[in-house]
């Protein structure tokens, strides 16, 4: 059975840094490109992030690059996604998602071309 599970949420001040991770069961992730979207109520899922298990990317929103990063455990079956200097507008349920393809496309930040979603890990930015 395949599934996804976001950890590493939390309540953190604006120019902290979190660290989320996504851990699989049912199949391996590091044969398949793997992505971040977050997502805020009244709002449409927002691409993040997205690694390739080939050489293309990784890809970041511009929102987030330079800030964020984006990585691999191949040995955990997990993909991280590091967020320093986070921001109040940084506030959403983040979640991973994949469509068991090897490369992120051009289209990597389109909610609809992914088909398995775990149930996301909420971040808070708050003084």
């Known amino acids: 059975q395949v599934q996804l599970v976001e950890s590493g949420g939390g309540l953190v001040q604006p120019g902290g840094s979190l660290r989320l991770s996504c851990a699989a069961s049912g199949f391996t992730m590091a044969h398949f490109a793997i992505a971040w979207f977050r997502q805020v109520p009244g709002k449409e899922r927002e691409g993040v992030s997205c690694?390739?298990?080939?050489?293309?990317?990784?890809y970041y929103a511009d929102s987030v690059l330079g800030r964020f990063t984006i990585s691999r455990d191949n040995v955990k079956n997990t993909v991280s996604l590091q967020m320093n200097n986070l921001k109040p507008e940084d506030t959403a349920v983040y979640y991973c998602?994949?469509?068991?393809?090897?490369?992120?496309?051009?289209?990597?930040?389109?909610?609809?071309?992914?088909?398995?979603w775990g149930q996301g890990t909420q971040v808070t930015v708050s003084s």
């Open positions: 690694i390739s298990s080939s050489e293309v990317g990784p």
């Open positions: 998602a994949t469509d068991f393809v090897r490369s992120c496309w051009s289209g990597w930040y389109s909610s609809n071309s992914y088909n398995s």
